[in-house]
């Protein structure tokens, strides 16, 4: 890690960095390194493990999530639309739109997503002022590349859609609502064939501690949710029972993703809110040691599932 420094037996500091809002932790094995995102900043980040060296890009959009296109980049979903990412080794970047997105209302932008096992891309819509409550955001499932891309809007009715994740064999699909309205986690039956999700029911009615943020599946198939406000980051079984809870040194833990050479670690972002102490480490990245191995995120294909 880029740093000794360790908080009791479960957080390690990777990289202080004071992100806004850092998001859509993915671990990139070919590269050894992490990519994540600081959504209001429009900045995408890269730490490579090998010898801890820390790149960014800017964009000109608010960058909501990344999932990976391998050696050709990166989709990033935006304000607008979804877009192809292309950071160069000099620090220049290029995003070339791949597919618009209507929104039901002004003010909105994409949250969280990721790739389901087959490789399409799932991503849910807020309304970027949480202070209204809008349950204006929806769930929007992209399919194809090129003139066959397609984003199909699957769900309605969220008020800040997250905790996005894929169970192993990919036949459930988790979501959660982290607003503080909701506050709860679905699982629903997923239809790999077809891509399509069924069967919605209740799978965490609270967490224990703080909102359900971001969220990553390990090997056993365990759901791990970051509790935003409580600096928990939570695991529960296939059946739903909270299985233990590792703390981070900061309040607001934002999403979890599993890397490192065995994908044994667990490495969490971090959102910085206004009037933070200046020496406080919100926004920074952590790692965690959960004695758990995950799983190796999708590629998205462009191969058309149509």
Known sequence: MSSSRSFGADAE??????????????????EQALYWVDIPAGRLHCWRMTDQQHQSWRFDQQLACIASLGSEGWLGAMEDGVYQLTPGADGSATADRVVAVSH???????????????????????VMDMSLASSAGALYRLQGWGSSARLDRMLDD????????FS?????????????????????DYDTTEGVPGNRRVFIESLPGGRPDGAA?????????TG?????????????????????????????????????????TTIRLPGSA???????????RPGVRGIEEPQYSRRSHL
């Open 13 to 30: 500091l990777v990289l202080d960095l004071r992100c806004q809002t850092g998001e859509s932790p993915v671990w990139h094995a070919g």
């Open 104 to 126: 039901a209302r002004t003010g909105m932008r994409f949250n969280d997503g990721r790739c389901d096992r087959q490789g399409r891309l799932w991503v849910g819509s807020m």
């Open 158 to 165: 969220f008020l800040t859609p997250n905790g996005l994740a």
């Open 168 to 188: 192993p064999d990919g036949r459930t699909m988790y979501l959660s609502d982290s607003h503080p309205r909701r506050r709860c986690v679905w699982a629903f």
């Open 217 to 225: 599946v390990d090997a056993d198939g365990c759901y791990w949710i």
């Open 228 to 268: 935003n406000d409580a600096g928990l980051v939570h695991r529960y079984t296939p059946a739903g029972q909270l299985d233990r809870s590792l703390r981070v040194p900061v309040a607001k833990p934002s999403m979890c993703a599993f890397g490192g050479p065995n994908l044994d670690t667990l490495f969490v």
């Open 278 to 288: 200046p020496d406080a480490l919100d926004g920074a990245v952590f790692a965690l």
